[in-house]
């Protein structure tokens, strides 16, 4: 029989999300580091299918902690949006740092071992039951006993399925494949990055990507496509066919490429984000609808975590009833209704894209969002 062990917080989960609770709660008092234990079914550096682009909401909750990212990354400096033929170019030095997912991580989790932190990892959670006065969470290794969860374990989460809290209605769907390129492809020499919209007048609720990345020191381009249904009425877009079209526009064969899909939890206001001894975090609480965007929110989750943790235990109360209020009152997570009802608009009828309403309106919305420095030019 495995052990029991007693522990305050237990930290499902070791993506941005989990670390950055644990990091604050760290930062919050030093006495937290022997106060909790973060399980991860995964050993760093594991692979996370992802686009790598942290935007500087992420890097300031970083700042915050007084950590800045220097692992391999690709400094993008100019973000092309495309519909149909037309372009806007925006400008800033940078619009955000593409990183890979495994290596931004595995730092993220060697900077909390540095500090002192738990983290045991290819531990993954098989069950979690609540108690009266902890929750029960059962690993391949241990029994814990947790005065508090947090379920920071992705947008497939465990800790939700095991909690009964079905939370498939509102899933994001995303393509993702590498091409390698040229070293001195503009793209690595200049920066740039892309989103193309054109699919989004045809079913799409979302757009195409393509990002510089570097792996292993060599240069290649992930590209993707992400659909948020967000409009759940409408008819699903064929997303393997997006992709393989968007492609073929740019010269290549997506039969050349393995795919990988994958799905991430998009922010809805009225899905629950706690319960008593319950905390979400991240993609299981869900992200940005409008662009995918989940690592800066991930981040941004943690900080509210480990602050309504601190309380908690503090006031000696673990209902968490104001979790969702301190999201909503998070200077970054706050964007994310907006950013709901942004992506209900723009990604609903046809008509709107055929009259590229949408597309004039979301290059002007995310001119906004990045408070762009520099220039904001458009091409024909
Ligand atoms: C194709 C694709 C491209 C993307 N591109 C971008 C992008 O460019 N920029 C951006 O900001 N966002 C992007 N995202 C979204 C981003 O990847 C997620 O929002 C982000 O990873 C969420 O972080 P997290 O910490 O909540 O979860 P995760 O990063 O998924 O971490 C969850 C952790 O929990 C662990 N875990 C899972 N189950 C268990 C279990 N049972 N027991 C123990 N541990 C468990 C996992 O091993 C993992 O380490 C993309 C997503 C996809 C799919």
């Known amino acids: 029989m495995p052990q029991t062990e007693n522990v ?82 925006m400008n800033a030095d940078p619009v955000f740092r593409v990183v890979r997912r495994n290596e931004f991580d595995h730092w993220l989790a060697r900077r909390g071992q540095s500090h002192g932190l738990t983290l045991r990892q290819g531990e993954a959670v098989t069950s979690v039951v609540p108690k ?32 009964k809290w079905n939370r498939t209605a509102g899933q994001a769907r995303l393509l993702e494949i590498l091409t390698s390129e040229a070293p001195d492809d503009r793209a690595f020499r200049d920066g740039v990055a892309v989103f193309d919209f054109s699919q989004a007048g ?110 908690a235990f503090a006031r000696n109360d673990l209902s968490f009833v104001s979790y969702a209020d301190r999201i909503q009152a998070h200077p970054l997570l706050s964007g994310l209704k907006t950013r709901v009802a942004i992506a209900k608009l723009i990604y609903w009828p046809k008509l709107i894209w055929q009259q590229e309403l949408a597309w004039r309106f979301s290059s002007m919305i995310l001119g906004g969002f990045q408070r762009y420095r520099q220039g904001f030019g458009t091409r024909p």
């Open 132 to 163: 009266r006065d902890h929750i029960e969470v059962v690993t391949e290794r241990a029994v814990f006993h947790a005065k508090v969860v947090v379920a920071a374990d992705g947008s497939n989460s465990t800790v939700l399925k095991e909690l």
């Open 202 to 311: 045809s079913g799409l609720q979302g757009y195409y990507w393509e990002f510089p990345s570097l792996i292993d020191g060599q240069a290649f381009l992930n590209r993707g496509v992400f659909d948020s249904r967000v409009q759940t009425k409408r008819s699903r877009a064929a997303l393997k066919q997006v992709l393989s079209e968007s492609l073929t526009n740019r010269g290549r064969d997506l039969a050349d490429f393995p795919i990988k899909g994958h799905p991430i939890r998009r922010f809805r206001s009225d899905s629950p984000v706690s319960a008593p001894r319950i905390l979400l975090a991240g993609d299981s609480a869900g992200v940005d609808p409008l662009l995918g965007e989940g690592i800066s929110y991930a981040l941004g989750y943690g900080q509210v975590a480990a602050e309504a943790i601190v309380d």
């Open 8 to 89: 305050d917080v237990l930290i499902v989960g070791s993506g941005p999300a989990g670390m950055s609770t644990a990091l604050h709660l760290m930062d919050a008092d030093r006495n937290w580091n022997g106060r909790v234990v973060i399980v991860d079914k995964a050993i760093h550096p594991r692979d996370k299918l992802c686009g790598g682009g942290i935007t500087n909401g992420g890097d300031n909750i970083l700042e915050g902690l007084g950590f800045r990212y220097d692992g391999p990354q690709v400094v993008v400096q100019e973000l092309e949006l495309i519909y149909r033929g037309h372009s806007h170019v």
